[in-house]
């Protein structure tokens, strides 16, 4: 079956720290794959994507990795701060999948002082 | 720039009764989507569509029905509202196709009792 896997389990990191959050995923190929941020009774903001060509993708302190023979995304935070506490998701998107969305659970990040 | 306007922001059921869930864009996109998002569970795609007139069945539309009379607008119609059906609904818009963000609302917590 498809799955879409994030760590259930929250991350708690020290400030400063590098933030590193995965995503898996089972019986797709996806030709692109996208970062977004969700904090508490808000709708889900758009981060990074990167595509199925790309290894690596940097926006300021974010990163984005991309291993289609992995079947895996990891997502980093770097000079972690508490502003970056929220739960982030990722998404695929399929080829010929009419742009969908298809997300995974998130993964709560919680930065401490 | 209001983006994706969801309207209401909380609403309560009775088990049978009908409602409309209201999303309006106003960024010219011609993909839509209703996503629900039940508690530590990612978003499930119930119903997109790819321009005005065309709408598709997504990962969970049983119990939903959308229409697409215009560009900006999407309504969700819940017709016989079941306990099931509690969740918090998200309306997202994109551009065309390809690697294009989307944009969420910022959602409706409806509850049925």
């Known amino acids: 079956s498809q799955k879409i896997e994030q760590n259930s389990e929250a991350l708690n990191i020290q400030e400063g720290k590098t933030a590193t959050l995965t995503c898996n995923y089972t019986n797709y190929s996806p030709a692109y794959l996208q970062w977004y941020r969700q904090d508490p009774g808000r709708g889900p903001v758009f981060l990074l994507l990167i595509r199925e060509n790309e290894k690596e993708k940097r926006k300021e302190r974010l990163k984005v990795t991309f291993d289609t023979t992995l079947k895996q995304s990891l997502f980093h935070i770097t000079a972690s701060q508490p502003a970056d506490s929220a739960t982030y998701l990722c998404?695929?998107?399929?080829?010929?999948?009419?742009?969908?969305?298809?997300f995974g659970t998130g993964t709560q990040l919680k930065v401490e002082l | 720039n209001a983006g994706v306007t969801q309207t209401p922001k909380f609403r309560i059921l009775k088990i049978g009764q009908s409602m409309t869930l209201q999303c309006a864009q106003d960024m010219n996109h011609n993909y839509m989507y209703w996503y629900r998002q039940d508690p530590g569970m990612g978003l499930k795609l119930i119903y997109y569509s790819v321009g005005a007139g065309i709408t598709d069945k997504g990962e969970v539309p049983n119990g939903y029905n959308v229409s697409r009379s215009t560009t900006e607008d999407f309504p969700l119609r819940l017709e016989l509202a079941a306990p099931s059906q509690t969740s918090v609904y998200f309306c997202a818009s994109s551009n065309q196709q390809g690697a294009a963000e989307a944009f969420f609302g910022q959602g409706t917590r409806l509850t049925v009792v």
């Open positions: 998404a695929l998107i399929l080829t010929g999948g009419g742009n969908k969305l298809t």
